[in-house]
């Protein structure tokens, strides 16, 4: 184990890092191609450059179009059946009718990105010799998305994805990334990247914020010769603060102050909890409670999507639901006075993303499609918008 001397010295090398605020600039991502060490390649590098000069601002009929997409599908959502274990309760979600979403009976005409993986279909490198706040996507002949809290493993450093992301076919895409693993940049380690699990839904709702709040101080997307990757930044001081609070809560420490370690040590005590949710079909959604209480809602185009990611989902509450275990028998949250969220729960907070909805931020991802950023009254959230249909939402409960 290296001594925290050594820890502190890496990490106040790291190239990139943003510690305070939400503007710290990311070296070299502005300037001319970089010489590759490892990662991508020169050519790479100034195709992603080109792309984030050459993105344009939505259309009011588009902006309009994806409002309407995204209200269609939030509307008209009903629980499928109701799941409890221990306190966790999983609601999987289906539409009342189509709602925008892809046609049940055909295969999604995109690859999620651990079947990506899997396949060989996409590779995520450092970007030249690596920076923190960001990572390249190199996918093959088939479009891949990765969905915000998707995490990868390996580089330099393993990274939570800040947001959902549709990427084409043959092309490298920059994507925003936050470190979870304080403790690691090794220079020498191999560039490439393998697809970790999915991040809990706590962690998922503070990067959201983090994101959302650098959109609205940002004012406007992608602005012409700006790299739009800035644009969907989070906070990575408050995220290495909040796995150190973690590890207190857990009693365990990682060498790296790595989160995935820490999800590794509760897998004993997750696996049986995470067993008792089965996947029903047709669903395309989940919501999610611990605690008592609603904490978010996570909606998909297509079945097929929901029961590819259900594992990896049920996973992500499950982690939830411990933390907030934890976080109880410490003191920092209040007890537990019901197991169940009450009936009005998944309405309220729908209808409180319907009513975000005209004063949401609408603007292109960096890849392909909008990224819509919505905030009210105890709401916060996001969508990924690609030809007309929403691909990917989350919601997440604000406490007042």
């Given at each position: 184990?290296?001594?925290p001397?050594?820890?502190?010295?890496r990490?106040?090398s790291?190239?990139?890092?943003?510690?305070?605020?939400?503007?710290?600039?990311s070296?070299?991502?502005?300037?001319?191609?970089?010489a590759?060490?490892?990662?991508?390649t020169?050519?790479?590098?100034?195709?992603?450059?080109?792309?984030?000069?050459?993105?344009?601002?939505?259309?009011?009929?588009?902006?309009?179009?994806a409002?309407?997409?995204?209200?269609?599908?939030?509307?008209?959502?009903?629980?499928?059946?109701?799941?409890?274990r221990?306190?966790l309760?999983?609601?999987?979600?289906?539409?009342?009718?189509?709602?925008?979403?892809l046609?049940?009976?055909?295969?999604?005409?995109?690859?999620?990105?651990?079947?990506?993986?899997a396949?060989?279909?996409?590779e995520?490198?450092?970007?030249?010799?690596?920076?923190v706040?960001?990572?390249?996507?190199?996918?093959?002949d088939?479009?891949?998305?990765?969905?915000?809290?998707d995490?990868?493993?390996?580089?330099?450093?393993n990274?939570v994805?800040?947001?959902?992301?549709?990427?084409?076919?043959?092309?490298?895409?920059q994507?925003?990334?936050?470190?979870?693993?304080?403790?690691?940049?090794?220079?020498g380690?191999?560039?490439?990247?393998?697809?970790?699990r999915?991040?809990?839904?706590?962690?998922?709702?503070?990067v959201?914020?983090?994101?959302?709040?650098?959109?609205?101080?940002?004012?406007?997307?992608a602005?012409?010769?700006?790299?739009?990757?800035?644009?969907?930044?989070?906070?990575?001081?408050?995220?290495?603060?909040?796995?150190?609070?973690?590890?207190?809560?857990?009693?365990?420490?990682?060498?790296?102050?790595?989160?995935h370690?820490?999800?590794?040590?509760?897998?004993?005590?997750?696996?049986?909890?995470?067993s008792?949710?089965?996947?029903p079909?047709?669903?395309?959604?989940?919501?999610?409670a611990?605690?008592?209480?609603?904490?978010?809602?996570?909606?998909?185009?297509h079945?097929?999507?929901?029961?590819?990611?259900?594992?990896?989902?049920?996973?992500?509450?499950?982690?939830?639901?411990?933390?907030h275990?934890?976080?109880?028998?410490?003191?920092?949250a209040?007890?537990t006075?019901?197991?169940?969220?009450?009936?009005?729960?998944?309405?309220?907070?729908?209808?409180?993303?319907?009513?975000?909805?005209?004063?949401?931020?609408?603007?292109?991802?960096?890849?392909?499609?909008?990224?819509?950023?919505?905030?009210?009254?105890?709401?916060?959230?996001?969508?990924?918008?690609h030809d007309?249909?929403?691909?990917?939402?989350?919601l997440?409960?604000v406490?007042?």
């Open positions: 184990m290296a001594s001397r050594a820890a502190n010295q990490r106040r790291y190239p990139g890092v943003i510690t305070r605020g939400l503007f710290a600039p070296p070299g991502l502005n300037g001319p191609p970089r590759s060490q490892g990662g991508t020169t050519a790479d590098d100034a195709a992603m450059d080109e792309d984030s000069r050459t993105r344009s601002l939505p259309t009011p009929a588009q902006v309009q179009a409002r309407d997409a995204l209200r269609t599908a939030l509307t008209g959502l009903h629980p499928r059946v109701t799941l409890e221990d306190g309760v999983l609601i999987p979600l289906q539409p009342a009718g189509a709602a925008g979403r046609a049940p009976d055909a295969p999604p005409p995109y690859l999620i990105f651990e079947q990506a993986v396949g060989g279909a996409v995520v490198r450092e970007i030249g010799s690596g920076t706040p960001s990572v390249a996507a190199t996918t093959k088939r479009p891949v998305v990765i969905f915000a809290g995490t990868i493993t390996g580089g330099k450093q990274r994805i800040n947001i959902s992301v549709w990427l084409s076919a043959g092309k490298v895409t994507l925003p990334v936050t470190c979870l693993e304080h403790g690691r940049w090794d220079p380690h191999a560039a490439r990247f393998g697809a970790g999915k991040a809990d839904y706590a962690l998922r709702s503070m959201n914020f983090q994101v959302s709040e650098q959109r609205r101080r940002v004012h406007e997307f602005a012409p010769g700006a790299p739009a990757v800035h644009a969907f930044a989070a906070d990575q001081g408050a995220v290495w603060a909040e796995i150190g609070r973690r590890e207190v809560r857990a009693g365990r420490r990682s060498g790296t102050a790595a989160l370690e820490l999800w590794q040590a509760e897998a004993q005590a997750a696996r049986p909890l995470a008792a949710f089965p996947c079909d047709g669903a395309t959604g989940l919501a999610v611990v605690g008592g209480r609603l904490v978010a809602v996570e909606l998909f185009d079945p097929a999507t929901l029961a590819a990611s259900w594992p990896r989902l049920v996973e992500a509450a499950v982690s939830a639901h411990l933390d275990r934890r976080a109880v028998a410490a003191g920092s209040p007890a006075t019901h197991r169940y969220p009450d009936p009005g729960a998944l309405g309220r907070m729908v209808g409180r993303a319907v009513a975000a909805l005209d004063g949401a931020l609408y603007g292109p991802s960096v890849g392909e499609g909008l990224d819509l950023r919505l905030s009210g009254p105890r709401i916060a959230g996001s969508a990924l918008v007309g249909h929403v691909v990917h939402a989350e997440f409960r406490m007042a």
